[in-house]
């Protein structure tokens, strides 16, 4: 059989423009016209961490409402524009971002941005949108309730960090979400979206100088500096803990974690590289194969790195039937256990940085994933150049740095355990 | 499927497409259909074996067994034990995953240009070679027992859906879950699932698609050398499915359960799907779901969320992709002191307006426009058209069906949008579900 030839490498960094707009934004773009489409994604540093104690929600509540009526259209008729010109645009809020999401079709090019100008700068933020989007997060919380998942998640992250925003409702609580004043809104928006804390990428059929134009209408008439709390670092307590929370289901649903490894650590790609050996999303992980595939405990079972602005953690989750979810978690902290004392084989290793090179093309496949991993490299502080160095950064991770960086990630290999279902033997 | 994210679940309605990249199409000798959608902008291929059998085709008693054979594909043949495959397009960086839907069967990888062929070998292999012992079927059949708990019996919306679906198919067996009933599951073994495989799993039931930077000369030449190879088993096997009577009672089931604290409601009609249906009569069920339920400009949304408001949420969704006789869902959150009762009718409400007063010119063509705009959008992934194809082929349709839908839903006109919902928006087509708290039931 004769294969295809590969196509050689090209740098990824290359094909990325760095613009600095009239208005003095800095955007990255990647010009691309096979589809006549244009893609942007946007955020303001901040999200949910930056809600006041009482007002949990407040910022995802923003978020739900930017594009419920801005400037001269109210919802229905905001809506109905976004339709007439099939324009996608919504907001998203997690714990350190408010996100906006925009895609066009070229052709609707102008009014499609003027559209997202009245979103970000003109948004009624009136009081019958008001209490619909809170009606929904209430609605959506209380469907959460006795979902063991939900459940789970949230025990587990109320002891990984008490008394820190990051132990927070970020979707805010039932109690207080109807408590929400516009004025609350109106002052939110105003300290969170601002230029100095704003990150753009676009990728699609359009050149730079008519998107510079275009962000610069959208964004220049925004606030020059953001006026953000503080948040300070969150240590991650609970490890050690486990918490049993009582649900009528035949599985138990297991949240684990404990502290991970900073971004800006020496050995952070040596735990990205650890973490896919021990729970990586491929049928290849420690977890995968002893959990599931030799032992049929679970049908999910995974690990991630989880890392905010201003915390870093291991987490990761499966679900067993009551009966067996105590050998599952045992069978999870042996795993842990003998990563963290012996670190990974010559072979896991290889395997690992084999998975981890060769994936990174399939996150730049469509024009909305690109423009996103962009937008997040600004995030964290990275240079265009981060594209083509990334790889090369896996590639140097040997068996000394992995060993290091397993130590670091499982330590003890102590766990903070949250379980929802109805566990028995534990 | 293997990994959680792909779902044992019916696929999105495969009612896309678009004016984009040439497909070509071809078959092999063998009788194996071959679908090139060419897509440049990136050096990586998708390549996907879709087969025309799904959880619907499940003998008697077996329910679950197309499901728990696709977990059992990745488990090893005479030629690559279990886990070759896997780690391979591991080590290539690659994707890889399957799904099961209620007439088909789909498996894919995502890899390197380059390493197309390689793939091809892999899967044309598993699709006659297959080995499977004891050993790796008791762990599996664990798993997707504990998969069937994870999404359905630990989540009463989840129990409820199966009600509703069990309830609205009298006879036909997409009224049986897709991963299977919990009881029988437990009784499938290696045998059934050799047995199953021996009958659906041969070039002349299989469609390859494969989107990306390639040139269809050169994917049906690496077809030929692979696939092309496994010889012919005559005729492909026959789908025989129990047809659905006449459907003439209105239905109602509903399930309480003390872990509900947000009552929900939903209604499913059976209407035709793009295979069953008169001409343009599917494009019509299109648009009229469309305007009556999708988004925050329909009418479900205007007139229950908005205007009155009885509700936090409601929408109208239509599967137009399946074999036989399909469903279009009605859905909704009621407002806080609204009942499920009083809920329903105001959806009856909706539906009456909607035929007395039709939508008018503007509110017609934003409708097409968002659904003709999704076909543009459709050609930002590569993936998403790789399934529209595939999905497309395997219940029956043709190339010409999928690249010609823009123009159909251009067609469509008014007058057939409100005899669609005249027709087939009665209410004894149609099984309403009600999710409670417990102390209500």
Avoid: C
């Avoid at chain 1, 404990?258 to 952070?268: K, N």
């Avoid at chain 1, 690992?352 to 502080?381: C, H, P, V, W």
């Avoid at chain 2, 909706?350 to 999704?374: C, H, Q, S």
């Amino acid at each position: 059989m004769t294969d295809l030839s590969p196509i050689p490498e090209t740098s990824r960094a290359a094909a990325v423009q760095e613009i600095v707009t009239p208005g003095g934004l800095k955007v990255w773009l990647v010009e691309d016209y096979a589809v006549p489409l244009v893609a942007v994604q946007f955020a303001f540093r901040g999200g949910a961490s930056q809600d006041p104690i009482e007002q949990p929600g407040l910022a995802t509540l923003l978020g739900g409402l930017l594009d419920e009526g801005a400037g001269p259209y109210d919802s229905g008729a905001f809506h109905e524009a976004m339709d007439d010109l099939a324009v996608h645009l919504h907001f998203s809020v997690d714990r350190d971002h408010l996100a906006g999401h925009f895609q066009t079709l070229t052709r609707n090019l102008d009014p499609a941005f003027e559209l997202m100008r009245l979103a970000v700068n003109e948004a009624r933020l009136e009081q019958g949108p008001i209490d619909r989007v809170v009606s929904q997060l209430v609605a959506s919380l209380k469907r959460e309730l006795k979902d063991p998942d939900a459940v789970a998640s949230r025990t587990f992250r109320a002891a990984a960090f008490p008394g820190h925003a990051y132990g927070r409702a970020a979707r805010g609580e039932i109690e207080t979400l109807p408590k929400i004043s516009r004025e609350n809104l109106v002052d939110m928006r105003a300290k969170l979206m601002a230029r100095d804390n704003l990150a753009i990428a676009a990728v699609g059929a359009i050149d730079a100088a008519t998107l510079a134009a275009k962000l610069d209408e959208v964004f220049g008439a925004l606030p020059a500096h953001a006026s953000l709390l503080t948040v300070p670092p969150a240590a991650m307590s609970g490890v050690g803990a486990r918490i049993i929370t009582d649900i009528d289901v035949p599985q138990a649903t297991i949240r684990f974690g404990r502290p991970g490894v900073e971004r800006d650590d020496p050995d952070f790609m040596a735990a990205v590289v650890v973490n896919h050996i021990l729970g990586g999303g491929a049928f290849t992980a420690r977890l995968f194969r002893e959990v599931r595939e030799k032992r049929g405990l679970a049908y999910s079972v995974y690990s991630h790195l989880q890392n905010y602005d201003h915390a870093a953690m291991l987490v990761g989750a499966t679900s067993t039937k009551n009966e067996r979810a105590a050998e599952s978690l045992a069978v999870i902290e042996e795993q842990i256990a003998d990563l963290a004392a012996r670190g990974p084989t010559e072979e896991e290793l290889a395997k690992a940085r084999k998975f981890l090179i060769g994936s990174y093309a399939l996150r730049f496949d469509t024009s909305t994933k690109i423009a996103g991993n962009l937008m997040q490299l600004q995030l964290e502080g990275r240079p265009t150049a981060y594209l083509d160095q990334r790889n090369k950064l896996v590639a140097a991770v040997d068996l000394d740095a992995a060993k290091r960086a397993a130590k670091k990630l499982l330590g003890d290999g102590k766990l903070l355990v949250a379980l929802a279902g109805r566990p028995t033997g534990m | 499927m293997n990994l959680p994210q792909a779902a044992a679940s019916p696929q999105p309605a495969a009612s896309g497409a678009h004016a984009g990249p040439h497909i070509a199409h071809s078959r092999l000798d063998n009788g194996m259909e071959v679908v090139v959608i060419p897509d440049h902008r990136a050096p990586v291929v998708t390549h996907m074996v879709w087969y025309r059998n799904g959880s619907a085709d499940d003998p008697p008693l077996k329910s679950g067994i197309a499901h728990f054979l696709e977990h059992l594909m990745f488990k090893g043949t005479k030629n690559h034990p279990q886990g070759e495959f896997s780690s391979l397009v591991s080590d290539l960086g690659g994707q890889e995953n399957a799904f099961t839907g209620h007439d088909y069967t789909s498996y894919f990888q995502r890899v390197p240009r380059e390493h197309l062929g390689t793939m091809m070998e892999y899967e044309a292999d598993r699709m006659t070679n297959l080995v499977l012992s004891d050993e790796v079927v008791a762990p599996e059949r664990d798993v997707v027992l504990e998969e069937r708990r994870m999404r359905t019996d630990s989540d009463p919306s989840a129990e409820l859906s199966e009600a509703v679906q069990a309830a609205l198919f009298a006879h036909h067996p997409y009224g049986t879950p897709i991963i299977g009933w919990g009881h029988e599951i437990e009784t499938l073994g290696r045998e059934d699932a050799l047995a199953y495989y021996e009958r659906f799993y041969t070039p002349e039931n299989a469609i390859l698609v494969v989107a990306g930077d390639v040139q269809p000369a050169d994917v049906e030449k690496l077809a030929r050398e692979t696939y092309g190879r496994i010889p012919a088993r005559g005729a492909p096997p026959v789908r025989r499915r129990p047809q659905e009577p006449p459907a003439r009672a209105r239905r109602h089931v509903s399930l309480a359960d003390e872990k509900v604290e947000q009552p929900t409601y939903e209604r499913v009609y059976v209407v035709p799907s793009a295979r069953t249906a008169e001409p343009g009569e599917a494009e019509a069920l299109e648009v009229m779901s469309h305007l009556l339920g999708a988004g925050q400009s329909s009418r479900l949304y205007k007139q229950l969320v908005i205007d009155k408001p009885v509700a936090v949420a409601a929408g109208a969704y239509y599967m137009s992709s399946s074999l036989d006789a399909t469903r279009l869902w009605v859905y909704g959150v009621p407002a806080e002191d609204v009942s499920l009762d009083d809920f329903d009718v105001a959806i009856d409400g909706v539906i009456a307006d909607f035929i007395a007063n039709p939508p008018g010119d503007k509110e017609f063509e934003r409708a097409k426009t968002r659904l003709v705009a999704d076909a543009v959008y459709a050609q930002d992934s590569q993936v998403a058209l790789a399934r529209w194809y595939g999905a497309a082929l395997a219940i029956g349709e043709t190339i010409e069906d999928v690249s010609g839908w823009t123009a159909r839903i251009e067609a469509v006109t008014p007058e057939a949008v409100v005899a669609a919902a005249r027709k087939w928006l009665d209410k004894r087509r149609a099984v309403t579900g009600y999710l409670l708290p417990e102390a209500t039931a």
